[in-house]
């Protein structure tokens, strides 16, 4: 019994020290490495064999969401043009793709452009009731706080602590950002 508890810890965390945990099956754990490993010819190759690019790990990470935190953006592009979902979470704490790139800098803008053009829900929340609108602002991303404002994000929304974009932008010391969510309706 013990050598099979060895064994499993052992398999464990050679999985989860290598970023991925077991995927459904071995073609989708193939597939979340070559994504891992920003392998652009893996990861095309084997979508154009039929690799699921919404292969998610069982530790609940979506393909597009690892591209996302590895930030090859031709992997990003194939694997949405590819269809996956934008408004996949990951799982447990729901953070969607939008969150993650509205909380990035603006080198993922034509990503973000590219994800609500493909129907992201930008006022989807994740746990602790946090929008894609929280995060851009938190990051101090006034070109993505526009363009989510642009695309209906809802500007008045609290999170689970009762904290709205506004209330975020101004204990950040974000003028400019509070003065778009004000111009947007933006209220205490």
């Not at 073609?27 to 292969?55: H, K, T």
């Not at 393909?63 to 408004?87: C, F, H, R």
């Not at 509205?102 to 989807?124: H, L, P, T």
């Not at 008045?156 to 204990?171: I, P």
């Amino acid at each position: 019994m013990k050598v099979v508890s060895k064994l499993l810890l052992v398999f464990t965390l050679l999985f989860f020290t290598h970023g991925i945990a077991i995927a459904a099956s071995q073609q989708d754990l193939n597939f979340l490495y070559a994504i891992r490993d920003s392998d652009e010819v893996r990861v095309f190759e084997m979508l154009s064999q039929g690799a699921n690019p919404n292969a998610t790990s069982e530790g609940g990470t979506p393909a597009l969401v690892l591209a996302l935190t590895k930030g090859n953006m031709n992997i990003i592009n194939k694997l949405i043009d590819t269809g996956a979902e934008v408004n996949r979470p990951q799982y447990p704490q729901g953070v969607t793709p939008l969150m993650i790139v509205s909380s990035y800098s603006s080198d993922y803008e034509g990503i973000f452009d590219k994800m609500i053009r493909a129907g992201a829900y930008v006022n989807q929340r994740a746990n602790g009731d946090v929008t894609a609108l929280m995060q851009a602002t938190g990051k101090g991303n006034y070109s993505v706080v526009q363009k989510l404002i642009n695309a209906g994000a809802e500007v008045n929304v609290k999170n689970d602590r009762g904290y709205s974009a506004l209330y975020v932008a101004r204990a950040k010391g974000y003028t400019d950002i509070v003065k778009i969510l004000r111009d947007a309706g933006a209220t205490d």
